[in-house]
C-alpha cells in the first residue's frame, strides 16, 4: 500500500509543469532518529524487553521441567508398566501442550502490549508533523528513515484518488489501444 502511494506521488509529481513543482514544498523526517531520541520510544521499549525477558525466564523454566519429565521417563522406563508409561507419555505430552500454548499465547501478549505503548506515541507524532506540516506550508513531509521515503502528510489538494476512481470505474485507467493496421511499408 505504501509503494503503491510513493509510486502514485512520484507519477503525479512528474505529470505536473514545472513552475507547479517549484511551488511545491517537500520535507522529510527521520522516523529512526525519532526512536533514538524520543524519551516515549526509549521507556516504550524498556517496557516491552521486560515484559519479553520475563516471558522469556518463564519459557526456559518450562522447557527445563519438560526436559527433566523426558528425563526421568527414559531412566524409569524399563520399570514402568505399558499403563505408567501410557500415563507418563500423555503426561509429557500435555506439558508440551502447555508450552507451546504458553508460547503463543506470549507471542500474542507482546504484541498487543506493542501496539498499546506505542501507538498513542505514533498519533502524537502523526499530529505533530500534520501541524508542523500546515504551519510550514509543506505539501508532502516523506519519511527518510527506515521506511523507506514513506510519505507521512500529504496536502489534501493534491489527492488524486477521488479522480482515479472515477477514471477506473468509468471504463478503465487507460485508453484501448487502436489496432494496429497490417499494411507493413
Do not use: C
Not at 513531509?141 to 489534501?156: I, K
Not at 470505474?169 to 511499408?185: E, F, R
Amino acid at each position: 500500500m505504501k509503494t503503491t502511494l510513493q509510486y502514485l506521488l512520484i507519477a503525479a509529481l512528474g505529470l505536473l509543469p514545472g513552475a507547479a513543482l517549484a511551488q511545491m514544498k517537500i520535507g522529510f523526517i527521520n522516523s529512526d532518529q525519532l526512536k533514538e531520541q524520543l524519551p516515549e520510544i526509549k521507556a516504550a521499549q524498556q517496557q516491552l524487553e521486560l515484559l519479553q525477558q520475563q516471558r522469556t525466564q518463564e519459557d526456559e523454566g518450562r522447557q527445563a521441567k519438560l526436559a527433566q519429565m523426558e528425563e526421568n521417563f527414559r531412566k524409569q522406563e524399563m520399570l514402568l508398566s505399558e499403563a505408567s508409561k501410557a500415563e507418563k507419555q500423555a503426561e509429557y505430552e500435555a506439558e508440551g501442550q502447555k508450552l507451546m500454548e504458553f508460547r503463543q499465547n506470549t507471542q500474542e501478549e507482546v504484541m498487543k502490549k506493542n501496539f498499546e505503548l506505542h501507538n498513542p506515541i505514533f498519533e502524537k507524532i502523526n499530529t505533530a508533523i500534520k501541524l508542523v506540516a500546515e504551519e510550514e506550508g509543506y505539501d508532502y513531509v516523506l519519511d527518510a528513515g527506515s521506511a523507506g521515503g514513506a510519505v507521512v502528510y500529504a496536502n489534501d489538494k493534491y489527492d488524486l484518488t477521488d479522480k482515479l476512481l472515477k477514471r477506473l470505474q468509468v471504463g478503465g485507467a487507460v485508453p484501448a489501444k487502436a489496432p494496429a493496421t497490417g499494411s507493413g511499408n
